[in-house]
């Protein structure tokens, strides 16, 4: 929005000390120029530059609605020539600022032919998702910085980040005086995951402006994407030293310091919150890691996704809610969205893009394509416990148990741990490693529940799968107890008399033949005492008591 011009109303009276208006806006301290604006507004109520001044200065201190309202005072102004018709193109301006996109099209329409009509009408045919005006307004753009930097600003909007930053750097090197362009490539290379380039190109404008909130909290998410989000916080805090009141007082601030926390106070901050738009997607991703997944999806579930990263959301939220509820529907929308960022030529080739792929094919349960594109970024993720539980399920649902192990054991999460799902395939590892008393031990460490009984439905099945009769005849005696079915019967009679066959073999300690006697004798089977027969008739031909 262009400045409006300089009369000699500020030079008619030397009390109105002139020179401490134009430093609060040299400074960008608005909350001081509109103080003096407002106090002139007073004995001057109608005066025309005045107001141009105190609607440019609420304009760029954040404050669009009463930038509105100066606007609309001077457009029902009588005069001679009447109103400037481009305070209808400033109005728009604000209009768009709140959001307000309808609004801001009718306004802009008003005013004149400008270049920043263009401007204005091709950010809102973004908005709109309109291709079509989009393109013709694209056509009319020119070769001046602003136009340039209208055409940067969709690029990054539309998460053609290197087209952005192509253009900003070029416009770097011919107005190297415009430091904020370094901010804005900055904001480029991060979204680009170049953190250290991000910083080391931020560097050169907080040093000219060590105050700016937005630089600071860029600042603060490349040490968060790099680190930790208590290194994030400590660079949020040198903005103590440049602010009056309290230096969370601004919502990009309060929004980051939620991430950076982890969550925490999100549910106090973020629905409020309507700026920036991440504060919506943030506030379904704290209702999804604290389970509240329907929450969740009815946050996000009329969002229309533009960027990858709303894509990648709603196939997580609809994959979540697809499990949960065993909704297929959901399920196949999660694998449809998953593919579209995964396949997407923009996404494929970046870790995001591998996952979403890998997420797919889960779905699908093609899981040894899961594995194709997990293993070309494990490196990554370590010690990422989301990443190594899904690593693991792919490598047990291919058959490679040992290094399916492996990846369980390093989930550190507690929860995680005592998930039942989490339990079953660790078992099922064990058993298919011969470690079956471990699997056994899974067993004896949980609370009598549904899920305790069906892990040992698992454990009895799979040992008797593999051989490890010992530990299959002791889950189908168990079982049996619980729920004294001629399929658990039968189940423990055959694991029982595997059990002995080993012995005989010489394959199992003699000494398990005790427990297995006893683990017939809870059953009142007219078999049983055919089998304890046989048995102990063969124990005192061998010796055994």
């Avoid at 997990?374 to 490598?395: C, G, M, P, Q, R």
């Avoid at 989490?422 to 298919?432: E, N, P, S, V």
């Amino acid at each position: 929005m262009n400045k409006p011009t300089r009369t000699e109303n500020f030079k008619e009276k030397p009390s109105q000390k002139v020179p401490d208006f134009e430093t609060c806006v040299a400074k960008r301290d608005y909350v001081g120029a509109i103080t003096l604006l407002e106090f002139k507004k007073q004995s001057a109520p109608k005066d025309k530059t005045n107001l141009e001044w105190l609607a440019y200065c609420y304009f760029h201190n954040g404050e669009h609605r009463k930038a509105i309202e100066c606007y609309v005072t001077l457009l029902d102004t009588k005069e001679a020539e009447g109103p400037d018709p481009l305070y209808h193109t400033y109005c728009a301006a604000c209009h768009f600022y709140l959001g307000e996109y309808k609004e801001a099209e009718e306004a802009a329409l008003k005013g004149p032919s400008t270049k920043l009509q263009t401007r204005i009408l091709f950010h809102i045919a973004h908005k709109f998702n309109d291709e079509s005006k989009l393109m013709m307004y694209h056509q009319q753009l020119t070769d001046s910085t602003e136009d340039q930097l209208c055409l940067a600003a969709i690029h990054y909007l539309r998460s053609h980040f290197q087209e952005a930053t192509d253009i900003y750097k070029r416009l770097l090197l011919e107005n190297r005086e415009c430091l904020a362009l370094n901010v804005y490539v900055a904001l480029c290379y991060c979204k680009l995951d170049y953190y250290d380039v991000s910083l080391e190109i931020l560097a050169v404008y907080l040093q000219a402006h060590p105050e700016s909130t937005l630089a600071i909290n860029l600042k603060a998410c490349n040490h968060f994407r790099l680190y930790n989000g208590k290194a994030a916080e400590a660079e949020l805090k040198a903005l103590q030293e440049h602010t009056k009141g309290s230096w969370t007082d601004n919502d990009l601030v309060r929004h980051n310091l939620v991430v950076f926390r982890n969550g925490e106070n999100a549910l106090q901050v973020l629905p409020r919150m309507e700026v920036p738009a991440e504060a919506r997607l943030n506030l379904v991703i704290y209702y999804l890691r604290n389970g509240e997944v329907t929450e969740a999806y009815n946050l996000i579930q009329d969002l229309e996704p533009n960027t990858p990263q709303e894509y990648i959301l709603k196939a997580v939220v609809h994959s979540s809610i697809g499990q949960q509820n065993d909704a297929s529907e959901h399920l196949k929308m999660a694998q449809q969205y998953f593919q579209l960022v995964g396949a997407s030529a923009s996404e494929c080739d970046t870790i995001p893009g591998r996952q979403c792929m890998a997420s797919c094919f889960f779905l699908l349960k093609q899981f040894e394509d899961v594995l194709i594109y997990l293993k070309s970024v494990k490196t990554y993720f370590y010690n990422d416990d989301d990443f190594n539980w899904n690593y693991a399920i792919a490598k047990a649902a291919t058959g490679e148990y040992v290094e399916s192990e492996e990846a369980f054991l390093i989930v550190q999460n507690e929860k995680y741990r005592q998930d039942p799902c989490y339990l079953g395939w660790l078992a099922r590892c064990y058993i298919a490693n011969g470690k079956a008393r471990l699997a056994w031990e899974l067993y004896l460490r949980m609370v009598t529940s549904d899920e305790s009984f069906n892990l040992l439905q698992l454990i009895a099945n799979d040992c008797y799968k593999i051989g490890a009769f010992f530990y299959a005849a002791k889950a189908f005696d168990v079982l049996e107890r619980l729920d004294p079915s001629p399929e658990y019967w039968e189940g423990k009679r055959g694991a029982c008399v595997g059990v002995f066959q080993m012995i005989i073999a010489g394959r199992e300690p003699k000494e398990s033949l005790r427990d297995i006697l006893s683990v017939l004798r809870n059953t009142s089977n007219p078999q049983v005492e055919y089998i304890i027969r046989i048995m102990r008739k063969w124990a005192m031909e061998n010796g055994i008591k």
